[in-house]
């Protein structure tokens, strides 16, 4: 993969993670538990990340292990393969822990068109 698709995809990620920053920046574990319009767009925002993570090339990740590309690339999985045994409370520390690092992380890398 180019550097071009690199940063189309860490563009994406970051567009993406800032959405969901914002979506559940006021928001309470009880909206989360409550509403599921917001745990489905949290969940759907997860997936989409960790799909984009997947594609970033193998080179590019290895030279930017602070970002945690495996962690990423679980979230698909672990969000759709058994959704009856998804952890709603660590959904929700990724959204509003790790989610705000993540853009913070891809902002010193994801290069503006």
Do not use: F
Request: aromatic share 8%.
């Amino acid at each position: 993969m180019d550097d071009d698709a690199n940063a189309s995809r860490l563009r994406q990620m970051l567009e993406a993670a800032r959405a969901l920053r914002d979506l559940v920046m006021e928001k309470t574990w009880d909206d989360y538990c409550q509403d599921g319009q917001l745990r489905q767009a949290i969940h759907n925002s997860l997936v989409y990340i960790g799909e984009l993570a997947e594609q970033v090339s193998r080179p590019y990740r290895e030279s930017h292990l602070e970002i945690p590309w495996s962690r990423l690339a679980e979230q698909p999985e672990m969000l759709t393969r058994q959704p009856e045994s998804i952890d709603h409370a660590l959904v929700w520390r990724v959204a509003i822990y790790r989610i705000p690092m993540l853009v913070s992380m891809l902002e010193r890398y994801a290069r503006p068109v």
